[in-house]
Protein backbone atom coordinates (compact mmCIF):
# COMPACT_ATOMS: atom_id res chain seq x y z
CA UNK A 1 0.00 0.00 0.00
CA UNK A 2 2.89 2.47 0.91
CA UNK A 3 4.51 1.65 -2.55
CA UNK A 4 1.27 2.26 -4.30
CA UNK A 5 0.64 5.76 -2.58
CA UNK A 6 4.35 6.64 -3.04
CA UNK A 7 4.15 6.02 -6.99
CA UNK A 8 0.75 7.54 -7.13
CA UNK A 9 1.76 10.79 -5.67
CA UNK A 10 5.60 11.13 -6.71
CA UNK A 11 5.00 12.20 -10.21
CA UNK A 12 2.82 15.12 -9.26
CA UNK A 13 5.41 16.22 -6.75
CA UNK A 14 8.02 15.83 -8.87
CA UNK A 15 6.32 18.05 -11.70
CA UNK A 16 5.14 20.28 -8.97
CA UNK A 17 8.96 20.79 -7.97
CA UNK A 18 10.02 21.38 -11.66
CA UNK A 19 7.74 24.59 -11.83
CA UNK A 20 9.16 27.92 -11.60
CA UNK A 21 9.47 30.13 -8.54
CA UNK A 22 7.63 32.49 -9.62
CA UNK A 23 4.78 30.22 -10.29
CA UNK A 24 5.59 27.96 -6.90
CA UNK A 25 4.88 31.26 -5.08
CA UNK A 26 1.82 32.27 -6.87
CA UNK A 27 0.87 29.12 -6.00
CA UNK A 28 1.95 29.46 -2.44
CA UNK A 29 -0.04 32.64 -1.96
CA UNK A 30 -3.01 30.83 -2.46
CA UNK A 31 -2.36 28.22 -0.28
CA UNK A 32 -1.82 30.58 2.83
CA UNK A 33 -5.02 32.20 1.91
CA UNK A 34 -6.40 28.73 2.09
CA UNK A 35 -4.39 28.02 5.40
CA UNK A 36 -5.21 31.10 6.94
CA UNK A 37 -8.48 32.15 6.13
CA UNK A 38 -10.51 28.57 5.32
CA UNK A 39 -8.94 26.20 7.45
CA UNK A 40 -7.24 27.89 10.11
CA UNK A 41 -4.27 25.24 10.23
CA UNK A 42 -2.98 25.84 14.08
CA UNK A 43 -4.05 29.59 14.34
CA UNK A 44 -4.77 29.19 17.95
CA UNK A 45 -1.45 27.25 18.85
CA UNK A 46 0.32 30.04 16.52
CA UNK A 47 -1.14 32.74 18.68
CA UNK A 48 -1.23 31.29 21.93
CA UNK A 49 2.50 30.71 21.34
CA UNK A 50 3.74 34.62 20.67
CA UNK A 51 1.47 36.00 23.54
CA UNK A 52 3.32 33.46 25.67
CA UNK A 53 6.49 35.03 24.21
CA UNK A 54 5.28 38.48 23.95
CA UNK A 55 2.87 39.32 26.45
CA UNK A 56 4.00 42.77 26.46
CA UNK A 57 2.68 42.82 22.76
CA UNK A 58 -0.87 44.00 21.81
CA UNK A 59 -2.91 41.72 20.53
CA UNK A 60 -3.39 43.86 16.52
CA UNK A 61 0.74 43.35 17.02
CA UNK A 62 0.66 39.79 18.09
CA UNK A 63 -1.97 38.93 14.91
CA UNK A 64 0.44 40.80 12.19
CA UNK A 65 3.20 38.59 13.49
CA UNK A 66 0.67 35.52 12.77
CA UNK A 67 -0.40 36.60 9.36
CA UNK A 68 3.54 37.12 8.56
CA UNK A 69 4.41 33.54 10.19
CA UNK A 70 1.90 31.98 8.01
CA UNK A 71 2.97 33.40 4.20
CA UNK A 72 6.34 32.59 5.28
CA UNK A 73 5.28 28.84 6.44
CA UNK A 74 4.35 28.14 3.16
CA UNK A 75 6.83 29.39 1.57
CA UNK A 76 9.32 27.08 3.50
CA UNK A 77 7.14 24.24 2.31
CA UNK A 78 6.62 24.85 -1.03
CA UNK A 79 10.39 25.47 -0.97
CA UNK A 80 11.12 21.90 0.54
CA UNK A 81 9.36 20.73 -2.25
CA UNK A 82 11.60 22.20 -4.56
CA UNK A 83 14.54 21.16 -3.23
CA UNK A 84 13.80 18.02 -4.84
CA UNK A 85 14.71 19.28 -8.32
CA UNK A 86 16.55 22.89 -7.00
CA UNK A 87 20.05 22.56 -8.98
CA UNK A 88 23.29 23.52 -8.05
CA UNK A 89 23.42 26.98 -9.24
CA UNK A 90 20.35 27.63 -7.79
CA UNK A 91 20.88 27.03 -4.43
CA UNK A 92 23.83 28.75 -4.45
CA UNK A 93 22.37 31.46 -5.55
CA UNK A 94 19.55 31.99 -2.95
CA UNK A 95 21.15 30.31 0.09
CA UNK A 96 24.40 31.93 0.75
CA UNK A 97 26.72 31.83 4.17
CA UNK A 98 28.19 35.04 4.99
CA UNK A 99 31.69 33.80 7.07
CA UNK A 100 32.05 30.34 6.09
CA UNK A 101 36.07 30.65 6.75
CA UNK A 102 34.52 30.11 10.32
CA UNK A 103 33.96 26.36 9.87
CA UNK A 104 37.12 26.27 7.13
CA UNK A 105 39.41 27.34 9.83
CA UNK A 106 38.03 25.05 12.13
CA UNK A 107 38.66 22.39 9.69
CA UNK A 108 42.52 23.31 9.38
CA UNK A 109 43.28 23.42 12.74
CA UNK A 110 42.13 19.14 12.72
CA UNK A 111 38.37 19.94 14.61
CA UNK A 112 35.43 18.19 13.97
CA UNK A 113 32.46 20.87 14.80
CA UNK A 114 28.90 20.62 16.19
CA UNK A 115 26.93 23.10 13.97
CA UNK A 116 23.71 23.66 16.03
CA UNK A 117 20.76 25.63 14.75
CA UNK A 118 17.06 26.42 14.54
CA UNK A 119 13.99 26.21 12.90
CA UNK A 120 14.08 29.71 11.70
CA UNK A 121 14.03 30.65 7.98
CA UNK A 122 14.78 28.13 6.03
CA UNK A 123 16.39 24.70 7.14
CA UNK A 124 15.73 22.58 4.54
CA UNK A 125 18.46 24.28 1.92
CA UNK A 126 21.38 24.13 4.20
CA UNK A 127 21.42 20.95 2.90
CA UNK A 128 23.71 22.86 -0.07
CA UNK A 129 26.28 23.24 2.60
CA UNK A 130 28.40 20.98 1.31
CA UNK A 131 29.59 22.77 -2.29
CA UNK A 132 30.54 25.62 -0.26
CA UNK A 133 32.34 24.20 2.97
CA UNK A 134 35.50 22.27 3.04
CA UNK A 135 34.42 19.66 5.96
CA UNK A 136 32.23 16.93 5.15
CA UNK A 137 28.87 17.51 6.47
CA UNK A 138 26.25 15.15 7.99
CA UNK A 139 22.71 15.85 9.13
CA UNK A 140 20.11 13.12 10.93
CA UNK A 141 16.57 12.48 9.45
CA UNK A 142 13.64 10.84 11.25
CA UNK A 143 12.51 7.55 9.83
CA UNK A 144 8.73 7.29 8.35
CA UNK A 145 6.59 4.61 8.00
CA UNK A 146 6.99 4.95 3.90
CA UNK A 147 10.08 3.71 2.76
CA UNK A 148 9.71 5.38 -0.85
CA UNK A 149 8.97 8.67 0.93
CA UNK A 150 11.63 8.50 3.44
CA UNK A 151 14.35 7.59 0.41
CA UNK A 152 13.05 10.26 -1.49
CA UNK A 153 13.55 12.53 1.60
CA UNK A 154 16.98 11.36 1.90
CA UNK A 155 18.12 11.42 -1.60
CA UNK A 156 17.30 15.11 -1.83
CA UNK A 157 18.93 16.18 1.66
CA UNK A 158 22.25 14.00 0.14
CA UNK A 159 22.60 15.35 -3.72
CA UNK A 160 24.89 18.16 -2.85
CA UNK A 161 26.89 15.75 -0.17
CA UNK A 162 25.17 16.22 2.58
CA UNK A 163 25.71 13.13 4.82
CA UNK A 164 22.31 12.09 5.37
CA UNK A 165 22.30 9.43 8.84
CA UNK A 166 18.87 8.11 10.93
CA UNK A 167 18.10 10.17 13.98
CA UNK A 168 18.96 7.15 16.07
CA UNK A 169 22.49 6.04 14.17
CA UNK A 170 24.20 9.72 14.19
CA UNK A 171 26.25 8.91 17.59
CA UNK A 172 27.56 5.52 16.06
CA UNK A 173 28.84 7.78 12.98
CA UNK A 174 30.06 10.28 14.95
CA UNK A 175 32.17 7.45 17.18
CA UNK A 176 33.17 5.47 14.22
CA UNK A 177 34.41 8.83 12.10
CA UNK A 178 36.50 9.59 15.29
CA UNK A 179 37.79 6.19 15.68
CA UNK A 180 38.95 6.52 12.11
CA UNK A 181 40.40 10.15 12.66
CA UNK A 182 38.29 11.39 10.20
CA UNK A 183 36.63 15.22 10.30
CA UNK A 184 32.95 16.20 10.16
CA UNK A 185 30.78 19.11 10.85
CA UNK A 186 27.39 17.70 12.65
CA UNK A 187 24.02 19.68 12.19
CA UNK A 188 21.84 19.55 14.66
CA UNK A 189 18.43 21.61 14.96
CA UNK A 190 18.19 21.75 18.57
CA UNK A 191 15.19 24.31 19.46
CA UNK A 192 12.22 21.70 19.87
CA UNK A 193 10.93 20.11 23.08
CA UNK A 194 12.25 17.15 24.03
CA UNK A 195 10.46 13.91 25.34
CA UNK A 196 9.66 14.67 28.89
CA UNK A 197 11.15 11.86 30.26
CA UNK A 198 13.91 12.25 28.84
CA UNK A 199 14.46 15.83 29.66
CA UNK A 200 17.87 16.60 31.53
CA UNK A 201 17.59 20.51 31.87
CA UNK A 202 15.25 23.11 32.16
CA UNK A 203 15.77 26.23 31.45
CA UNK A 204 14.09 29.93 30.63
CA UNK A 205 13.85 29.95 26.08
CA UNK A 206 11.89 32.95 24.99
CA UNK A 207 11.05 33.75 28.30
CA UNK A 208 9.34 30.52 29.26
CA UNK A 209 10.59 28.14 31.64
CA UNK A 210 10.84 24.45 29.46
CA UNK A 211 13.11 21.78 28.97
CA UNK A 212 15.69 21.60 26.43
CA UNK A 213 18.00 19.53 24.26
CA UNK A 214 21.52 19.11 25.69
CA UNK A 215 22.70 16.68 23.24
CA UNK A 216 24.75 19.16 21.38
CA UNK A 217 26.91 19.89 24.47
CA UNK A 218 27.31 16.10 25.76
CA UNK A 219 28.55 15.40 22.17
CA UNK A 220 30.92 18.20 21.90
CA UNK A 221 32.31 17.31 25.52
CA UNK A 222 33.07 13.94 25.48
CA UNK A 223 34.37 14.44 21.35
CA UNK A 224 36.56 17.20 22.29
CA UNK A 225 34.01 19.12 19.30
CA UNK A 226 34.06 22.72 18.56
CA UNK A 227 30.54 24.53 18.99
CA UNK A 228 29.11 27.06 16.42
CA UNK A 229 25.89 28.50 15.76
CA UNK A 230 24.15 29.19 12.50
CA UNK A 231 21.83 32.02 12.51
CA UNK A 232 19.64 31.90 8.81
CA UNK A 233 18.01 35.42 7.52
CA UNK A 234 15.70 35.79 4.74
CA UNK A 235 16.80 38.57 2.37
CA UNK A 236 13.95 38.57 0.38
CA UNK A 237 11.15 35.86 -0.57
CA UNK A 238 13.46 32.76 -1.70
CA UNK A 239 17.13 34.23 -0.81
CA UNK A 240 18.98 33.66 2.36
CA UNK A 241 22.03 33.99 4.20
CA UNK A 242 23.25 32.21 7.21
CA UNK A 243 25.78 33.31 9.06
CA UNK A 244 27.87 31.57 11.97
CA UNK A 245 28.90 32.35 15.40
CA UNK A 246 31.88 30.49 17.76
CA UNK A 247 29.80 28.81 20.76
CA UNK A 248 33.91 26.97 21.74
CA UNK A 249 36.53 25.80 20.48
CA UNK A 250 37.41 24.24 23.87
CA UNK A 251 33.99 22.60 25.33
CA UNK A 252 35.62 20.32 28.16
CA UNK A 253 36.84 23.74 30.22
CA UNK A 254 33.11 24.70 29.71
CA UNK A 255 30.88 24.81 33.01
CA UNK A 256 27.82 22.21 32.60
CA UNK A 257 25.06 23.84 30.50
CA UNK A 258 27.33 26.99 29.70
CA UNK A 259 27.11 25.73 25.81
CA UNK A 260 23.80 25.09 25.66
CA UNK A 261 22.58 28.57 27.53
CA UNK A 262 24.70 30.16 25.11
CA UNK A 263 23.26 28.53 22.45
CA UNK A 264 19.57 29.28 23.50
CA UNK A 265 20.57 33.17 24.31
CA UNK A 266 21.97 33.40 20.40
CA UNK A 267 18.98 32.15 18.87
CA UNK A 268 16.26 34.14 20.91
CA UNK A 269 18.24 37.60 20.09
CA UNK A 270 18.06 36.06 16.40
CA UNK A 271 14.35 35.20 16.51
CA UNK A 272 13.51 38.71 18.45
CA UNK A 273 15.00 40.59 15.24
CA UNK A 274 12.16 39.24 13.08
CA UNK A 275 10.18 36.68 14.73
CA UNK A 276 8.00 35.84 11.89
CA UNK A 277 10.59 33.58 10.56
CA UNK A 278 10.62 31.21 13.78
CA UNK A 279 8.69 27.69 13.51
CA UNK A 280 5.40 28.92 15.91
CA UNK A 281 3.27 26.47 14.53
CA UNK A 282 5.09 23.33 16.83
CA UNK A 283 3.82 23.30 20.51
CA UNK A 284 7.44 24.43 21.85
CA UNK A 285 5.93 25.25 25.43
CA UNK A 286 3.58 22.31 25.74
CA UNK A 287 6.19 21.71 29.10
CA UNK A 288 5.90 24.21 30.69
CA UNK A 289 3.89 23.94 33.83
CA UNK A 290 5.72 20.44 34.43
CA UNK A 291 9.47 21.77 35.72
CA UNK A 292 10.23 19.43 38.29
CA UNK A 293 10.42 21.55 41.79
Known sequence: MHKLVFYLSYPIIWLFSKLPFRVLYSIADGIYFLFFYLVGYR?????????LVYPEKSESELKAIQKKFFA??????????????ISED??????????????DSLYAQ????????????????????????????????????????????KNSRSKFGMKCIKSNEIIKEIVKNVKQQKQGLYLL????????????????????????FTGAEMISKKF??????????RIKRGYYESSFELITETPK????????DT??????????????????SHKRFKHKDKAPL
Open 90 to 103: SIKRRYRYTNIELL
Open 253 to 260: QEEPNVIT
Open 224 to 233: DFAVVNMNTT
Open 110 to 153: GKSIILVGAHYGNWEWVVGMPLTAKIDCYTSYTKIQNKNFENLI
Open 263 to 280: YLRMTEAHINKAPEFYLW
Open 72 to 85: HFVDTLIEAIKAIT
Open 189 to 212: VADQSPMLHKSLYWTEFLNVKVPV
Open 43 to 51: KKVVLDNLK
